[in-house]
Nanobody, 116 residues
Framework: QVQLVESGGGLVQPGGSLRLSCTVS????????MGWYRRTPGKSARELVA????????NYADSEKDRFTIPTDDSENTINLQMSNLRPEGTAVYYC?????????WGQGTQGAVPR
């Protein structure tokens, strides 16, 4: 039904930046909800770091609200996550999530690593 593919992860030094991309198999504006989650090493749950509801404004986790942004470039099939001033706490697998017709879809994730 819906496929999502993340890209843009990598190794970056503290204070550096990463720009993640999530490519959606359908028009992203058909999604009622889109979000970026991350799974930190040693933790089982994926945590929400950024999200946007259809017709709304982006929201960010308090821990990263001054570092993460969802650029508003009006791409038809891509949602990006700009991560700046990264800290070691940002090391995680980042996942794109989209909700379409009351069903959540997940990508495979992309690894971001920030060494100490």
């Amino acid at each position: 039904q819906v496929q999502l593919v993340e890209s843009g992860g990598g190794l970056v030094q503290p204070g550096g930046s990463l720009r993640l991309s999530c490519t959606v198999s359908i028009n992203m504006f058909s999604l009622e909800y889109m979000g970026w989650y991350r799974r930190t090493p040693g933790k089982s749950a994926r945590e929400l770091v950024a999200s946007i509801f259809s017709g709304g404004q982006p929201n960010y986790a308090d821990s990263e609200k001054d570092r993460f942004t969802i650029p508003t470039d009006d791409s038809e099939n891509t949602i990006n996550l700009q991560m700046s001033n990264l800290r070691p706490e940002g090391t995680a697998v980042y996942y794109c999530n989209g909700r379409y017709r009351r069903t959540k879809y997940w990508g495979q994730g992309t690894q971001g690593a920030v060494p100490r």
